[in-house]
């Protein structure tokens, strides 16, 4: 039995106002929950998922009705009050037995769970952190990686002088339950407590290639999404209604959705029930459903949240807009 641990448990601050009426791991980014995706990218030898929920816990149950995703099993654990990262494990220390896999729930990469996984038991470590590279780790947690792919330094968001590396911390890890013997019932952070003390004694970095964004700012999550139109996501679905716009790719479309006369892309996500009327400009920007762009507006690097009206003529640059109702 192989278990997963999804950190869901967030305020998602970063992301307001659109977090206030929806917890961080439902933000749809290129029309799927961020939860979905996450979950999606989990191997499948794994058999059920803890989803450590906390702010609006019950929207997130809502979501998964008591039901799984894909053949996985899918409990979500409801904290009272913010646990932190570690609290969040311990609380489940006595549902958690040999390997699992602890993922946070807004990150989109590429990395190969299933590879690291292997990697970890043939290491046979007490936790293997994915780690990838930056230009600037001031945010993040670095580590000091061995020949061996030991970690001996772990740092949580160092100052640019103490910037040993630019190997940063990609937020999954696969931990054996040793991991209890290093922390108690006041353990709050595994990036500030329980890395630190387990690093020199076990703790194994795991790099990949690819792509990787946290998505838990704008620019961030507008980052996300390019690489994900820029795939699968980038389409213009059967039952859009597309009349008369210059598209520039990478673009996707979903079905209900009504454009005229108007620029869009690239890098914009259009969900479905949304209108945009005639002579708008719409660039890396995302239209959450039913979203209603009036005529010859600018919207840029923003998020139009759900049901959101924005009236003609208007600009909207680097903003998240939502519904004042909602
Ligand atoms: P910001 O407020 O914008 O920083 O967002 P956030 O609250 O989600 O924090 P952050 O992005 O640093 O969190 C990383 C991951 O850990 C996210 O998936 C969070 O949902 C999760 N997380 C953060 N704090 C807690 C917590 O106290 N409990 C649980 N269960 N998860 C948490």
């Given at each position: 039995m192989v278990s997963a641990v999804v950190l869901a448990g967030g305020f998602g601050t970063r992301l307001r106002p659109l977090t206030l009426s929806t917890p961080k791991p439902l933000v749809r980014i290129a029309g799927i929950p961020m939860i979905d995706r996450v979950l999606a990218s989990l191997p499948s030898f794994v058999d059920e998922a803890f989803i450590a929920a906390g702010y609006r816990?019950?929207?997130?149950?809502?979501?998964f009705n008591g039901k799984g995703i894909n053949g996985l099993a899918v409990?979500?654990?409801?904290?009272?009050k913010p646990l932190g990262t570690a609290g969040a494990l311990w609380s489940l220390r006595n549902r958690l037995e040999g390997d699992f896999i602890v993922l946070n729930g807004d990150v989109i990469n590429s990395l190969p769970v299933n590879e690291m996984f292997t990697f970890h038991r043939k290491c046979g470590?007490?936790?293997t952190i994915s780690?990838?590279?930056?230009d600037n780790p001031e945010n993040f947690g670095i580590v000091r990686l061995g020949q061996d792919m030991q970690i001996t330094e772990f740092k949580e968001k160092p100052k640019r002088e103490d910037a040993f590396s630019r190997l940063i911390n990609a937020g999954t890890y696969v931990m054996n339950?040793?991991?209890?013997?290093?922390?108690?019932?006041?353990?709050?952070?595994?990036?500030k407590e329980v890395f630190p003390s387990i690093s020199g004694r076990g703790l194994y970095g795991f790099r990949f290639s690819g792509y990787?964004?946290?998505c838990g700012s704008l620019d961030s999550y507008l980052t996300a999404q390019e690489i994900l139109v820029s795939g699968e996501?980038?389409?213009?679905r059967n039952g859009a209604r597309v009349e008369g716009c210059v598209i520039s790719r990478p673009?996707?479309?979903e079905r209900g959705a009504v454009v005229r006369g108007s620029r869009i892309g690239p890098n914009t996500y259009i969900e479905e029930k949304c209108a945009v009327s005639e002579g708008c400009v719409v660039k890396r920007s995302t239209l959450m459903r039913g979203a209603v762009i009036g005529k010859g507006c600018e919207i840029t690097n923003s998020i139009i949240g759900p049901g959101t009206e924005v009236t003609d003529g208007t600009s909207s640059d680097n903003q998240i807009l939502v519904n004042q109702s909602q």
């Open positions: 816990a019950q929207d997130i149950r809502s979501h409990n979500v654990i409801a904290e009272e470590g007490i936790a780690l990838w590279e930056v339950d040793r991991v209890f013997d290093y922390m108690d019932s006041h353990s709050s952070s595994m990036e990787w964004v946290d996501a980038g389409v213009v673009v996707g479309i």
